[in-house]
């Protein structure tokens, strides 16, 4: 049978179509949109800031890459788009309220012939014979009033016979009931809610070139991008090619000016750069490289040649800038300040990845510079062997801090001043040594304002342990648990609250406490790195390690972390943060070697953000032999049958043990834990508390 | 590196010792190693001027570098210091010298027992500071075994009185010779870090 296909002509079915496929595009879209916050790596919105009155040179530009990088994160054009295709669900969700529908109409015989529902046989011919008079085409007249014509007053007049016939033929009755209409059945009709023109005769032939397009090109096209951008990319979200260059460049002794030589290799700063701007300004930016004496002292001989080295334009002014940036160097030019600004987060980028390249290879030395470049990064300092803590405070230059060294050098001692011990300095001496520097004491309330508000974490305490025991066998889960306080430097000792014993004993939940077990511990940030130079806002992250330090390799990968399980700043009203001193534990698991005996490990704590926060310590993990490892009681699980019941029959008749009412009960495992530690100067008493009484015979005492 | 363009780098080589120079400084290094290379494999007296395995090391270098090292302990013990610090930079620079070719192990103990010695003349004339770095680069090259090389810097660093660093150095030097072949000899170490631990706490 033919199909009969009805385009909509009368434009009321198009609304649900469009509706449909814009809703496809939209939700998902929207969904990502909301979903944002897990997805960029930047900081904790709940995490403070550390205020300063202090503003860098070129802070508008720093300022300006920030605003930029917001701007990318909000994803505009995403919203935009998924905004639009919100308006164009609402305006079609309207038009399909609105459009009034002609209904299809239900073939209503008695309306036709205008009786009623329960009109008899008799009422009906009679309507029928006096319509007949007047509706019959040849006695009416087509009145143009309205808007009939001949056609109309005839298909009229037989629609009034079908009703007719519909409720006295027989044939015809049957039909109506059958198919709702007197004609018999119909062929099936398709209603399609898209214009008709697409069917019209001479635009099918761009119908199929559009469909063609959208299967054959557009989504191939798609496809492609997606696929081969998926390729580009390694796990850490680095190009491959970058991920390449970088594995050339490392070498077993690495210092922090090697790193920076190894990360300026990736591809992803070109793209920064782009095209022509690869090289623009390369001249001016060695020139003042060469000229200034900051970079003389930040820039050691060797990287310098090896920057000259360099052939590719584009990588020679990635390595130049990076240096700039990292000897805060003033390049008298807009263009120029604003690349260098922009390509710091990459550079931190791609010197995560590198770590994890150096974590591949275990070796302590080259993870560690490249940690320490990250701290360099992060606060725009020369990253040479010994660095210069105390530039990361506002208004401290390399001049000033050259005259404070000099006037507070202890002998022998050839590293530098930290902030922590600048601070530890009594507040004459530290005025004193600024004012003779050339910093004026506002600018020192200011610096010393801000290094009372950075988080130094002091470890309390730093020990192995497993958990549920006493022991730690080879070749078990050891927990490394640090218990520690952030202490910001320059805190007055009498301000720091005495560590109570029970804050440094890690207790595990009982063994049977399942809830306690399935706690995740609460999650509190740290105030957001305080890094005037850095276009964006940085979390600071604590890397814990072990090292040995016999071989130079690493024993145990770093753990990070973000969050801590104690708040340890609280807003102080003033816009700034204090700290609430409270103990943070720090917990990382591996599994312990399969040798018993005594191993010594060099600790490594790292602060990410800023430099010379760092703690190295000696701890030593006891692994005792296997045996000593607690027996677990597991034939208390299932206790024997007794004998009074089915189970106990069985039992008997197999020749197994049944429950004995004169034997003692077994005691449980937990007690014989606790048993185990007090039994040296309790008696065995407790264990016959159990007991049933031995003169008890009556079977029944037994629970069934 | 580009591997589709070419460019012809400004290379001149001299006709009769067929040494190679050029006009671009950039390149003066590589070129250098490659004019040194050139000589030793020249210098070689084995047929078709071809290097020898590593394994029977030539005897020829081995045994001057020994006879210095003799002489230089034979000035030492003279006191005759100045002669003895000679000998010993040339048997330094001898050793140093060897082709590339040659097994490197036995450049590395070479190396280090010279080293070790000229730190101890060093420490003779009182030169704190050059008999911590002789000491120390004896003991990069070998860790495990040299302690003399550990004991000979402890004591430099502290008699330029640098106790932190002391204190660190003995110490690590304890953790490597404690499981050291030279296990008896650890008493002179460990009596060294005590004295540096109270020069610490006295500071």
Not at chain 2, 111 to 129: D, E, I, K
Not at chain 2, 193 to 200: I, S, T, Y
Request: glycine share 6%; aromatic share 8%; with cysteine.
């Amino acid at each position: 049978m033919s199909s009969e296909y009805n385009y909509d002509t009368d434009a009321q079915f198009f609304p649900f179509f469009v509706l449909t496929i814009t809703s496809l595009v939209t939700i998902p879209l929207t969904y990502t949109l909301l979903r944002a916050p897990s997805d960029t790596p930047t900081a904790n919105s709940k995490a403070a800031h550390i205020p300063s009155s202090y503003q860098p040179e070129h802070a508008d530009i720093i300022d300006a890459q920030r605003s930029k990088q917001k701007r990318k994160e909000l994803r505009l054009k995403r919203m935009l788009t998924a905004a639009t295709g919100w308006l164009v669900m609402a305006y079609m969700i309207y038009l399909m309220y609105v459009t009034a529908r002609s209904q299809p109409k239900i073939w209503n015989p008695y309306d036709i012939l205008d009786v009623s529902l329960s009109a008899s046989e008799k009422q009906i011919n009679s309507r029928y014979r006096r319509l007949s008079v007047t509706m019959h085409p040849d006695k009416r007249q087509p009145n143009p009033a309205l808007n009939e014509t001949m056609e109309t007053v005839n298909d009229q007049w037989v629609e009034i016979v079908k009703a007719y016939k519909a409720l006295t033929d027989e044939d015809v009755r049957n039909n109506y009931i059958q198919y709702g209409n007197p004609d018999g059945k119909q062929s099936t009709s398709f209603g399609i809610a898209l214009p008709q023109l697409l069917v019209a005769e001479g635009s099918g032939k761009y119908v199929l070139v559009f469909y063609g397009a959208l299967l054959g090109i557009a989504l191939p096209w798609l496809v492609g991008k997606w696929w081969y951008g998926m390729q580009k990319m390694t796990r850490e979200r680095v190009l491959m090619t970058t991920a390449g260059n970088m594995f050339k460049e490392w070498k077993e002794r690495m210092d922090p000016g090697d790193v920076v030589f190894a990360i300026s290799s990736a591809t992803e700063f070109t793209e920064i750069l782009q095209g022509a701007r690869a090289d623009s300004g390369l001249g001016t930016l060695e020139n003042q490289l060469q000229a200034s004496d900051s970079a003389e002292m930040s820039i050691l001989p060797k990287d310098k040649k090896k920057l000259e080295e360099l052939d590719d334009a584009a990588r020679r002014k990635t390595l130049a800038l990076l240096w700039a940036y990292l000897s805060r160097l003033d390049l008298n030019d807009k263009a120029l300040e604003a690349e260098k600004y922009e390509l710091a987060p990459t550079a931190v980028q791609m010197n995560d990845a590198f770590v994890s390249m150096c974590l591949a290879y275990g070796l302590t030395a080259p993870v560690l510079s490249a940690y320490h470049l990250t701290q360099s990064l992060v606060q725009a300092i020369p990253p040479m062997h010994n660095r210069l803590p105390l530039m990361q405070l506002p208004h401290f230059t390399l001049s000033i801090i050259q005259e404070i060294e000099h006037k507070t050098a202890v002998s022998g001692k050839k590293e530098h001043l930290s902030i922590q011990n600048f601070m530890a300095l009594p507040p004459e001496q530290r005025q004193a040594v600024a004012t003779a520097a050339g910093l004026t004491p506002d600018r020192l309330v200011v610096a010393e304002g801000v290094a009372r508000q950075l988080p130094l974490m002091k470890i309390e305490k730093a020990f192995f342990k497993v958990q549920g025991e006493k022991y730690i066998i080879p070749s078990s889960l050891v927990q490394f648990v640090i218990k520690a306080r952030f202490i910001p430097p320059g805190t007055p000792a009498s301000s720091i609250p005495p560590i109570e014993d029970k804050d440094l004993v890690d207790v595990d939940p009982a063994e049977g406490d399942l809830a306690a077990q399935k706690q995740e511990p609460e999650s509190h940030p740290v105030p957001l790195a305080y890094a005037p130079y850095y276009p964006r806002d940085r979390s600071p992250r604590w890397h814990v390690f072990l090292a040995d330090n016999r071989q130079g390799k690493i024993a145990v990968p770093p753990f990070t972390f973000i969050q801590f399980d104690k708040k340890a700043f609280e807003d102080d009203g003033k816009g700034g943060v204090k700290p609430t001193f409270a103990v943070v534990t720090l917990k990382m698991q591996f599994q312990a070697p399969p040798q018993a005996g005594e191993f010594k490990f060099q600790m490594h704590v790292i602060c990410d953000s800023y430099v010379g926060f760092d703690t190295k310590q000696e701890v030593i993990m006891n692994i005792e032999d296997a045996s000593k490892a607690q027996t677990v009681d597991d034939d208390d699980d299932i206790s024997e049958p007794e004998e009074d019941s089915i189970a106990g029959q069985m039992a008997t008749l197999r020749g197994q043990p049944t429950a004995d009412p004169n034997k003692p009960r077994r005691p449980r495992a937990e007690k014989r834990a606790q048993g185990d530690e007090e039994s040296d100067y309790e008696s065995g008493t407790d264990e016959d508390e159990d007991e049933e009484s031995e003169t008890d015979t009556d079977t029944d005492s037994d629970d069934e | 590196m580009d591997l589709e363009t070419y460019s012809p780098l400004p290379l001149t080589i001299d006709p009769a010792t067929k040494a190679i120079s050029s006009s671009d400084p950039t390149l003066s290094a590589d070129i250098d190693d490659l004019n040194k290379l050139h000589r030793l494999v020249v210098g070689l007296d084995t047929p078709n001027q071809v290097p020898a395995p590593p394994a029977p090391v030539n005897p020829k270098r081995s045994v001057q570098i020994t006879k210095l090292r003799e002489s230089g302990n034979a000035a030492y013990k003279k006191s005759s210091l100045p002669e003895a610090l000679n000998l010993y930079t040339l048997a330094i620079r001898m050793a140093s010298e060897r082709p590339p070719w040659e097994a490197s192990g036995l450049v590395r103990e070479e190396l280090s027992a010279l080293y070790n010695n000229r730190a101890q003349v060093h420490m003779a004339q009182q030169a704190w500071p050059e008999g911590a770095c002789d000491a120390e680069i004896s003991v990069e090259l070998k860790r495990v075994g040299n302690l003399k090389g550990w004991w000979r810097r402890g004591m430099c660093l502290k008699e330029m009185g640098r106790w932190e660093e002391a204190r660190e150095w003995v110490g690590t030097g304890l953790e490597f010779e404690r499981a050291g072949p030279e296990k008896q000899g650890v008493g002179e170490l460990e009596a060294l870090f005590r004295e540096v631990c109270k020069g610490v706490e006295g500071t």
